[in-house]
């Protein structure tokens, strides 16, 4: 069985940087990935990029591409998502979602990260 | 991009009867078709992969079926907690990509 925690809630002004979390932890193949997913207020799934943290393989969906950066550190088995300059239209909540190969379809999701962006 | 469609948005169902979604692709995504539960206030969960095998511990009265661009996910007799909201995502193609969600309501 596979764990995912991501850190905890942010409230952030427009234009401040942020940089949240993902630790994946049990029972984890080497091929694994960990995939980032937003989803609005009241609003549905949009994939947003994921990175298999053993080689640090990065994709990003084309709406999400230069608006955020995903690294991994594969010796503590997490996973980040960082804005450089935040938006207002970045309040969102985030999830990661933990699985292994290359058919991304996750069965081990965090909890959600809740970033508020208001001046 | 796949553009997945499903319907329809809302579907009203009363305990213990059947529920069918449906969710269409833009192009073919072959089997390469997942579906995904989510209530209110919890993150998604993974139900069927591969058009129809079921994840780990799904019940039985889930199940999946279809290929290519035509798919339907069927919940044979709802039980309380089956009421939420239901996502298909294809990973046939990058960027990968959900519908925009059924919510199954009760009746």
């Known amino acids: 069985e596979v764990q995912v925690v991501q850190s905890g809630a942010e409230m952030k002004k427009p234009g401040e940087s942020l940089k949240i979390s993902c630790q994946a932890s049990g029972y984890i193949f080497n091929n694994y990935y960990i995939g980032w997913v937003r989803q609005m207020p009241g609003k549905g799934l949009e994939w947003m990029g994921i990175i298999y943290p053993e080689d640090s393989e990065t994709r990003y969906s084309p709406s999400f591409q230069g608006q955020v950066t995903i690294s991994a550190d594969k010796s503590v088995t997490t996973a980040y998502l960082q804005w450089i300059s935040l938006k207002a239209s970045d309040t969102s909540m985030y999830y990661c979602?933990?699985?292994?190969?290359?058919?991304?379809?996750?069965?081990?999701w965090g909890q959600g990260t809740l970033v508020t962006v208001s001046s | 991009e796949i553009v997945m469609t499903q319907s329809p948005v809302t579907l009203s169902v009363s305990p213990g009867e059947r529920a069918t979604l449906s969710c269409r692709a833009s192009?073919?995504?072959?089997?390469?078709l997942a579906w995904y539960q989510q209530k209110p206030g919890q993150a998604p969960r993974l139900l069927i992969y591969s058009a129809s095998t079921r994840a780990t511990g799904i019940p039985a009265r889930f199940s999946g079926s279809g290929s290519g661009t035509e798919f339907t996910l069927t919940i044979s007799s709802l039980q309380s907690e089956d009421f939420a909201a239901y996502y298909c995502q294809q990973y046939n193609n990058w960027p990968l990509t959900f519908g925009q969600g059924t919510k199954v309501e009760i009746k």
């Open positions: 979602a933990v699985g292994v190969g290359v058919a991304i379809r996750p069965e081990f």
């Open positions: 192009q073919s995504v072959n089997s390469n």
